[in-house]
């Protein structure tokens, strides 16, 4: 079995989660079995995993192994509404579309939430003291069943959580104190196994450590751990004490300058598993670019420590079988960037090269995929704002499904400080987009054919870019030829290829 090491798989994902989602799904497609592992405790991740194709037996979390509720039939879910909490029949019920008020007289006894996008099912509920201070949470999973409770002190602070099994029993016990903010920090977890052996840990990374453990013990086979998210995965792999093949993924440069991959400081996860020590525990590093995998060479000097590069993006079969769409049929001067709307993206910097476009050519648009902090996303709006672009740059958010938002743009165009590989860069030349991109640390370099599929712009340079994207606009010719090397060359990230990269490790 080989298990994809992250935190959580949220309905907004990074990379990472993609990354992690195409590879399972490839896996499941060569027939060779996988999971990704998830840590966090979430009770809607069997209803968000479906919108990204992925099925319970594509993933394994924590707290549902330890809550022995890994597996339950989609015939068994139940819908929980306020009904089944049977409330006595003296309390009075406020309705509300999010939100219920249960009363008792004149005091609030409970507020009772609904699930979004529901129509009344369970979510939590509040639960009240004489005073009126919240004094307990009651967590419910969207299969349907009470998973978790949580109480608090009349500081309203969480001292305790108990989280429970489908059928009721208590499994674990996790307390609570103030860290130096009065945020809550988890200091004791007390887990109760099936044989009703008790296991105390101080942290949740420790309880992590000995769940892969657990995984690991499932099976007589060697299994292979591969740590995706490194500032939760990296620890806890380094720390496993059952035998397995242990190998570290670079979703992130594994340095602190950009420019500088050979002599900056080591990025603060990957400190310790790129020590002597680190590595002797470890079967190999995976980057996900040619150029990475060079400069981890000549840092490390440990010609003995295997370090493969395979791709991070996949083009699914079905992709790559659609019909190539001309660019006349699109929408004219249309440009797109997905991705995280964060600092490290510059879409700033995107932004005012657009701005150059944008004065020459007045009906070229900018369409902004992603999610990013709010802050930043205010930042940016009112960028917009000032450069009078509000009606040619558009931030939609965030979704899922972007085939018909890729196949609508003429151009992809990214301005990153820094990444390990793009994939959103991969999905646009799968579906014929050329690309335009500063030539950063690390992909575009091993993406972008200069002058055949896209542009590869001098870091930084704004100038150069937004006149690239105006050589293409205005020569037709070009953009489709441009558009058909995009669509040729995306074959290099198709499923067999990178299946084929994958051997390094498979067999």
Same mark, same amino acid.
């Given at each position: 079995?080989?298990?994809?090491?992250? +935190?959580?798989?949220?309905?907004?994902?990074?990379?990472?989660?993609?990354?992690?989602?195409?590879?399972?799904?490839?896996?499941?497609?060569?027939?060779?079995?996988?999971?990704?592992?998830?840590?966090?405790?979430?009770?809607?991740?069997?209803?968000?995993?479906?919108? /990204?194709?992925?099925?319970?037996?594509? %993933?394994?979390?924590?707290?549902?192994?330890?809550? *022995?509720?890994? =597996?339950?039939?989609?015939?068994?879910?139940?819908?929980?509404?306020?009904?089944?909490? =049977?409330?006595?029949?003296?309390?009075?019920?406020?309705?509300?579309? *999010?939100?219920?008020?249960?009363?008792?007289?004149? =005091?609030?006894?409970?507020?009772?939430?609904?699930?979004?996008?529901?129509?009344?099912?369970?979510?939590?509920? *509040?639960?009240?003291?004489?005073?009126?201070?919240?004094?307990? $949470?009651?967590?419910?999973?969207?299969?349907?069943?009470?998973?978790?409770?949580?109480?608090?002190?009349?500081?309203?602070?969480?001292?305790?959580?108990?989280?429970?099994?489908?059928?009721?029993?208590?499994?674990?016990?996790?307390?609570?104190?103030?860290?130096?903010?009065?945020?809550?920090?988890?200091?004791?977890?007390?887990?109760?196994?099936?044989?009703?052996?008790?296991?105390?840990?101080?942290?949740?990374?420790?309880?992590?450590?000995?769940?892969?453990?657990?995984?690991?013990?499932? $099976?007589?086979?060697?299994?292979?751990?591969?740590?995706?998210?490194?500032?939760?995965?990296?620890?806890?792999?380094?720390?496993?004490?059952?035998?397995?093949?242990?190998?570290?993924?670079?979703?992130?440069? =594994?340095?602190?300058?950009?420019?500088? +991959?050979?002599?900056?400081?080591?990025?603060?996860?990957?400190?310790?598993?790129?020590?002597?020590?680190? %590595?002797?525990?470890?079967?190999?590093?995976?980057?996900?670019?040619?150029?990475?995998?060079?400069?981890?060479?000549?840092?490390?000097?440990?010609?003995?420590?295997?370090?493969?590069?395979?791709?991070?993006?996949?083009?699914?079969?079905?992709?790559?079988?659609?019909?190539?769409?001309?660019?006349?049929?699109?929408?004219?001067?249309?440009? %797109?960037?997905?991705?995280?709307?964060?600092?490290?993206?510059?879409?700033?910097?995107?932004?005012?090269? /657009?701005?150059?476009?944008?004065?020459?050519?007045?009906?070229?648009?900018?369409?902004?995929?992603?999610?990013?902090?709010?802050?930043?996303?205010?930042? %940016?709006?009112?960028?917009?704002?000032?450069?009078?672009?509000?009606?040619?740059?558009?931030?939609?958010?965030?979704?899922?499904?972007?085939?018909?938002?890729?196949?609508?743009? +003429?151009?992809?165009?990214?301005?990153?400080?820094?990444?390990?590989?793009?994939?959103?860069?991969?999905?646009?030349?799968?579906?014929?987009?050329?690309?335009?991109?500063?030539?950063?640390?690390?992909?575009?370099?091993?993406?972008?054919?200069?002058?055949?599929?896209?542009?590869?712009?001098?870091?930084? *340079?704004?100038?150069?870019?937004?006149?690239?994207?105006?050589?293409?606009?205005?020569?037709?010719?070009?953009?489709?030829?441009?558009?058909?090397?995009?669509?040729?060359?995306?074959?290099?990230?198709?499923?067999?290829?990178?299946? +084929?990269?994958?051997?390094?490790?498979?067999?």
């Amino acid at each position: 079995m080989y298990y994809f090491l992250n +935190q959580y798989i949220f309905e907004r994902n990074s990379g990472v989660e993609h990354a992690e989602i195409k590879r399972v799904q490839l896996f499941d497609a060569k027939g060779v079995p996988a999971k990704i592992v998830t840590r966090d405790f979430d009770r809607s991740q069997h209803r968000t995993i479906k919108q /990204f194709g992925l099925t319970d037996d594509d %993933l394994v979390n924590m707290f549902d192994y330890f809550q *022995n509720a890994e =597996h339950i039939d989609e015939s068994d879910y139940k819908t929980l509404h306020i009904q089944d909490l =049977h409330l006595p029949v003296d309390y009075q019920i406020e309705p509300g579309a *999010n939100v219920s008020h249960v009363r008792s007289g004149d =005091h609030l006894v409970e507020d009772v939430w609904f699930t979004p996008g529901t129509i009344g099912q369970l979510y939590y509920v *509040n639960f009240f003291d004489a005073s009126g201070n919240l004094s307990q $949470t009651d967590l419910y999973d969207w299969r349907g069943f009470k998973s978790a409770e949580q109480l608090y002190g009349q500081d309203g602070q969480l001292m305790a959580e108990n989280l429970y099994t489908p059928t009721g029993k208590r499994v674990m016990e996790r307390y609570y104190v103030k860290d130096t903010q009065g945020n809550p920090l988890n200091t004791l977890i007390r887990l109760i196994t099936d044989q009703d052996v008790e296991h105390y840990f101080t942290n949740v990374e420790d309880l992590f450590t000995f769940f892969l453990d657990k995984l690991n013990q499932q $099976t007589e086979e060697t299994n292979t751990f591969i740590a995706d998210r490194p500032g939760v995965a990296n620890q806890p792999l380094l720390a496993m004490t059952t035998k397995a093949r242990k190998y570290i993924f670079f979703p992130i440069a =594994h340095a602190t300058e950009p420019e500088d +991959q050979l002599n900056a400081p080591l990025d603060g996860y990957y400190q310790v598993p790129l020590s002597m020590q680190g %590595l002797a525990k470890l079967d190999g590093l995976i980057t996900m670019t040619n150029r990475q995998r060079g400069d981890l060479e000549m840092r490390l000097k440990q010609p003995q420590m295997p370090i493969m590069a395979i791709s991070g993006g996949v083009i699914p079969a079905e992709q790559a079988a659609k019909a190539p769409i001309m660019m006349a049929k699109r929408t004219s001067h249309k440009l %797109l960037f997905v991705g995280r709307l964060g600092s490290e993206k510059r879409v700033d910097q995107l932004i005012r090269a /657009f701005n150059l476009v944008h004065n020459g050519m007045p009906d070229a648009t900018l369409e902004l995929r992603g999610y990013g902090p709010s802050e930043t996303i205010d930042e %940016l709006n009112a960028l917009i704002k000032e450069l009078n672009l509000t009606d040619a740059v558009s931030i939609p958010g965030y979704t899922a499904d972007l085939n018909d938002i890729y196949d609508s743009a +003429q151009v992809f165009v990214i301005a990153s400080r820094i990444d390990a590989q793009p994939l959103a860069m991969i999905e646009a030349l799968s579906h014929g987009l050329p690309i335009v991109s500063y030539d950063f640390n690390y992909g575009p370099n091993e993406i972008i054919e200069d002058g055949e599929n896209g542009f590869l712009i001098e870091n930084g *340079n704004m100038f150069s870019m937004a006149n690239s994207i105006i050589e293409l606009f205005k020569d037709p010719n070009k953009l489709q030829k441009f558009s058909e090397q995009a669509y040729s060359s995306s074959s290099r990230f198709s499923e067999d290829t990178v299946w +084929q990269q994958w051997q390094q490790i498979v067999q």
